[in-house]
């Protein structure tokens, strides 16, 4: 039975899939997106990621260990649950201690793109999905942001949005006790793919394809439990809502490629919107 578009949602589990690169002291999961890509590596301390020339700005996302990045010539030590931007050109990552290092890069990380574990549904470069066009450079220049997750907890959403001139990343706030199955979010993308990356705890994926004329190419809901960690990309235009199902901290965070303008309208939606200026012709919504 053929799907009704060009690809298959992707469960890439990576605590039971063997990694797509080894190295010392580290194990590196790849999965792509058509618009972005992920590297997962489970590091021990003195474990080292390194880069080189990259063409854009990459995201890091320590959820519980730390590390120290060194790019542009500037050395800075990371912290665990922080957010950090790494410039363009050379860089490189030491584990700091052992614990998992979560990487987002553009599409122009080519080699990554081709080690991803589901690289063949890409084989046609996802014509449904809006380019990944970059969106102006940020005001002050290229340079190491780095952001204490803690310090953009808000009591009025659970949100925490940031974003480069190629990627948005939401650093959901962890869940403490299982989402109430009567208040659920389900919802669809015209043309971008959402990446949802689970780090803690087991969660619940929930996706529909729609209908097409063709009842041939119709297929049955998706309801797909996994775990810690893994990554989920979930298609364009399938509607789908997820929920975690364990008690204690579950933490969830979803990647789009290029960043969303429906959330960079919202004033004060975007934790760094004051360093990523909004395409030109673009403006906030009213307040």
């Not at 030491?94 to 081709?114: C, H």
């Not at 008690?247 to 004051?274: M, Q, T, Y």
Request: charged share 20%; with cysteine.
């Amino acid at each position: 039975m053929t799907r009704p578009f060009p690809r298959s949602a992707t469960y890439a589990d990576m605590a039971n899939t063997a990694p797509q690169h080894t190295g010392p002291g580290q194990q590196t999961w790849i999965t792509r997106g058509g618009r972005f890509v992920v590297a997962v590596t489970q590091a021990e301390a003195g474990a080292t990621l390194h880069r080189d020339n990259e063409a854009d700005e990459y995201i890091v996302l320590l959820p519980h260990s730390a590390a120290r990045l060194d790019a542009s010539g500037v050395q800075q030590d990371l912290t665990a649950e922080s957010l950090t931007i790494v410039p363009p050109g050379s860089s490189t990552l030491t584990a700091l201690a052992p614990g998992l290092i979560v990487r987002v890069f553009a599409p122009s990380a080519q080699d990554l793109l081709e080690q991803a574990s589901n690289r063949e549904s890409y084989q046609d470069d996802a014509p449904e999905l809006a380019p990944n066009l970059p969106w102006p450079p940020p005001a002050n220049g290229y340079r190491i942001r780095s952001y204490a997750l803690k310090d953009y907890l808000r009591t009025d959403t659970n949100m925490r949005l940031f974003r480069t001139r190629r990627l948005m990343v939401n650093v959901l706030a962890k869940r403490t006790v299982p989402r109430d199955i009567r208040a659920l979010s389900p919802h669809q993308h015209t043309d971008f793919e959402q990446g949802s990356l689970v780090i803690q705890g087991r969660y619940m994926h929930h996706l529909r394809y729609p209908w097409t004329k063709n009842m041939e190419q119709w297929v049955e809901d998706e309801h797909v439990e996994i775990g810690a960690p893994s990554l989920t990309v979930i298609p364009a235009q399938v509607i789908h809502t997820s929920r975690n199902l364990s008690e204690g901290d579950s933490w969830l965070i979803d990647i789009f490629g290029p960043p969303r303008l429906d959330f960079s309208r919202k004033p004060g939606l975007v934790c760094n919107a004051d360093e990523y200026p909004m395409p030109e012709g673009t403006s906030p919504l009213p307040a």
